[in-house]
């Protein structure tokens, strides 16, 4: 071993790697357990082991240590350089899987090699974080000016749309997350708080109809215009913007309205109802994520202990060892075990925040921050549908939920953020 390589493992934040090392490990066990017989067990030495989602795991879990390997190997300059080769290739990517991947779970979004099934969608993810990076780390390039929001946010939208079209809109949904890497590398604050008002809108257009919301805004205006003059004089076109803010608002809600109940596929419209109304279609599309909450909620403060699930043993709780793996935890070790991870994944992402901040480089910072965003958003929605505050949409829990393109692709996420931060002081400062 170099003296190079021995410097980078010096520098390597191992209190990060301890952590995803730890959520591997838990995730690992959590999966064994979802799929655990008590009735047939097998032995990760066992040959039927393997063709179990456990023995698949392990599997994955092998092959991503080598993809770390592989990572650290590289130049850490590589990234930078071939970003924008990496984000092609996978649009490219994006756009072949509608005609040459394969359908699972009715999402016509995968690529099938014999019994590997790889979905590009989740490493288009870290593609775009990195070109995003690069953009931003051109000196001339600031989120202050239009032409440059507007790239910005055409490198986000490109793969965010070819998603969508693969009927992935949950996948699609993450690329939201690269407004925390934009606000942090200087996107003006109104654009936070304008996608924060869209989503307040688009609820409260699920929870009231049209004409509700334009009464109640008709009430706030007449409020305003009463009680406005007594304090001070304000020109006329202080009330003519008022009627446009509420002429703007009615529209848009007219327009998620019209959205909801007449674009929106059969099945989505139901998973939106679920969410706000949980006794709807308690034995169809309810049911998911009613027996997740029974499930949870059986665990009580300590739990029933490992391998003592009886909810999630009797294939109660759908998907238990993919996007609802949440589950056997909150059975297994109730509410302090839930706690616990909840805890110890709220210090990780401030660990990476902290990293980000750290950096010398923009590239290494704006890369940083996209990758704190994207598993931020992953465990907030993940968690918020396993206990009913999101509406389902296949996102899986970060490092604990089982299948091999989910971990792989944060795998590489993250490592590429660890082997440009052991790289620190290498890099110029701006």
């Known amino acids: 071993m170099n003296s190079s390589s021995s410097n980078q493992i010096v520098k390597l934040d191992w209190l990060t790697v301890a952590m995803y090392a730890l959520f591997v490990l ?60 990496i984000y092609v290739a996978f649009i490219l ?41 690069k953009y931003l780390n051109d000196p001339q390039v600031s989120l202050t000016r239009i032409k440059n929001q507007a790239i910005a946010a055409a490198i986000v939208a490109l793969p965010m749309l070819l998603i969508i079209g693969s009927n992935e809109t949950g996948s699609a949904l993450v690329f939201a997350s690269f407004i925390i890497l934009l606000y942090r590398e200087g996107l003006p604050g109104e654009f936070p708080g304008l996608l924060i008002g869209m989503i307040l809108l688009f609820v409260s257009s699920l929870l009231m109809k049209p004409l509700s919301i334009f009464l109640v805004l008709v009430a706030f205006a007449g409020i305003f215009i009463l009680i406005l003059p007594i304090y001070e004089r304000r020109k006329p076109s202080t009330y003519l913007r008022a009627v446009a803010a509420i002429a703007i608002i009615m529209s848009l809600s007219t327009l998620v309205d019209f959205g909801v109940n007449h674009v929106l596929k059969e099945h989505q419209r139901n998973r939106i109802k679920v969410l706000l109304d949980p006794s709807f279609d308690r034995r169809g599309l ?32 759908p998907e238990q060892s993919t996007d609802f793996i949440f589950c056997t935890i909150g059975e297994e070790f109730g509410f302090m075990g839930v706690m616990g991870v909840i805890v110890l994944f709220l ?84």
């Open 286 to 317: 309810g049911y998911q994520v009613t027996q997740s909450k029974i499930a949870i909620g059986s665990g009580g403060f300590w739990g029933k202990g490992y391998l003592g699930g009886t909810q999630t043993k009797f294939d109660f709780v």
């Open 93 to 133: 990517l994006l756009i072949a899987v509608p005609f040459l991947g394969v359908t699972v779970n009715g999402s016509h979004s995968w690529f099938k090699y014999g019994s590997v099934t790889i979905q590009p969608a989740e490493f288009s993810k870290t593609a775009t974080a990195l070109l995003l990076a």
């Open 347 to 430: 210090f990780f992402l401030w660990r990476l925040l902290y990293l980000a901040d750290q950096q010398r480089s923009r590239f290494a910072r704006a890369y940083g921050f996209g990758v704190a965003g994207i598993l931020f958003f992953h465990f907030l929605v993940n968690i918020g549908m396993t206990i009913g505050l999101m509406p389902i949409m296949g996102i899986p829990l970060p490092f604990f939920s089982y299948g091999g393109s989910s971990l792989w692709s944060f795998t590489i996420l993250l490592f590429i953020f660890l082997k440009l931060d052991s790289h620190r002081s290498d890099m110029l400062s701006r």
């Open 26 to 85: 838990l995730g690992w066990m959590s999966v064994y357990s979802a799929v655990y017989n008590p009735e047939a067990p097998l032995g990760i030495f066992d040959e039927a082991f393997y063709t179990g989602n456990a023995g698949k795991q392990l599997i994955w879990i092998g092959t991503s240590f080598i993809l770390i390997m592989l990572i650290f190997a590289l130049d850490f300059r590589f990234f930078e350089s071939f970003a924008l080769i």
